[in-house]
């Protein structure tokens, strides 16, 4: 019983964690705003309030629990 909940929650960690890594901007898009100056400095400051640093922490924690999860459902006596 406690492993089918377990599989339940680990599926939908995987799916949650393809959205949020699906949701965020490529490095790439960052290089081309460099050249302006002000702006980059301002966004590299404050990256942790933006949309994209709140992605980056969710990104980490969902893949910190999805690893977590897939380490405890591979243990025998489950």
């Known amino acids: 019983m406690i492993k ?9 960690i995987c799916v949650f964690l393809s959205a ?7 490095k ?14 301002y ?5 942790s309030r933006s949309m994209e640093g709140k992605l980056e922490k969710l990104t980490k924690y969902a893949a910190i629990l999805w ?5 405890v459902l591979n243990l025998k006596f489950l």
């Open 4 to 12: 089918t909940i377990l599989t339940i929650i680990f599926i939908i």
């Open 67 to 71: 690893l977590i999860l897939a380490l």
């Open 20 to 26: 949020v890594i699906l949701l965020q901007e490529g």
């Open 43 to 47: 966004w590299g400051r404050n990256k």
């Open 28 to 41: 790439s898009a960052g290089l081309s705003g460099s050249i302006g100056g002000m702006a980059d400095s």
